[in-house]
């Protein structure tokens, strides 16, 4: 438990609950973003964020080769 808590005080993860709080107010106080380049930035690093997480536990459990990667066998 202890350690779950000192891992929630990483910076990364700082950083994405922010992204997500963010996230939530601009889409339930409905606040329209009117610069194009500023709307591009947020969703680009919100989609960033997402991806990195959601794909981070994954990787771990392709140790296994797949048939494709092994090579010539001749």
Do not use: H, W
């Amino acid at each position: 438990m202890k350690k779950k808590l000192i891992s929630l005080i990483d910076l990364k993860s700082i950083i994405t609950l922010l992204l997500v709080i963010t996230l939530i107010t601009v889409v339930f106080a409905n606040v329209a973003i009117e610069d194009e380049a500023i709307k591009a930035i947020f969703i680009s690093t919100i989609s960033s964020c997402f991806t990195y997480y959601f794909t981070k536990k994954g990787q771990g459990a392709k140790t296994e080769q797949s048939p494709n990667e092994e090579g010539d066998r001749e």
